[in-house]
């Protein structure tokens, strides 16, 4: 029989994703929305808990967590501001593009619109992959 409940890394990643978004999204989403303003602070922050690059490899800086999780982080941060989530769609796909069909050359580009210059880190590290623990094997498990 199929399952269709999350594994634990995509309840992780959209456990995180609904609480970014509760908290941080939803208290300025209309204001947001009726001046115009670009969710900067907000996607830098996304960025440190890697939901930029959600289907992206890690070899280019990605989260590598699959389709399903991205599904998943994208409707919870829908939920609160459609615009936020919006920008974040558009950084998952170029980053995605870049991987899947750039040359060798244009593939590192995607590990980040760098915040040096101006421009956003779009993948790191994620938050869910940081919080490994090792036991006293030395062998690393969540």
């Known amino acids: 029989?199929?399952?269709?409940?999350?594994?634990?890394?995509?309840?992780?990643i959209r456990d995180m994703a609904?609480?970014?978004a509760q908290r941080e999204l939803r208290p300025k989403a209309a204001e947001?929305?009726?001046?115009?303003?670009?969710?900067?602070?907000?996607?830098?922050k996304l960025a440190e808990l890697g939901l930029l690059g959600v289907n992206v490899p890690?070899?280019?800086?990605?989260?590598?967590?699959?389709?399903?999780?991205?599904?998943?982080?994208?409707?919870?941060l829908a939920k609160e501001c459609a615009s936020t989530t919006v920008a974040v769609?558009?950084?998952?796909?170029?980053?995605e593009v870049?991987?899947?069909?750039?040359?060798?050359?244009?593939?590192?580009a995607a590990d980040g619109w760098q915040r040096s210059g101006g421009r956003l880190r779009s993948l790191g590290a994620p938050m869910w992959q940081r919080s490994r623990v090792a036991d006293d094997s030395g062998d690393a498990h969540r």
Do not use: C, H, W
Request: charged share 25%; no cysteine; aromatic share 10%.
């Open 98 to 108: 870049i991987t899947a069909y750039g040359s060798e050359e244009q593939k590192p």
């Open 89 to 95: 769609a558009v950084s998952n796909m170029v980053a």
């Open 1 to 12: 029989m199929v399952s269709f409940e999350p594994n634990e890394e995509q309840q992780l």
């Open 58 to 76: 890690e070899s280019y800086g990605g989260s590598e967590a699959g389709s399903v999780a991205y599904a998943l982080a994208i409707t919870e």
């Open 18 to 20: 609904r609480e970014f």
């Open 32 to 44: 947001r929305d009726r001046v115009g303003e670009f969710p900067l602070v907000e996607l830098r």
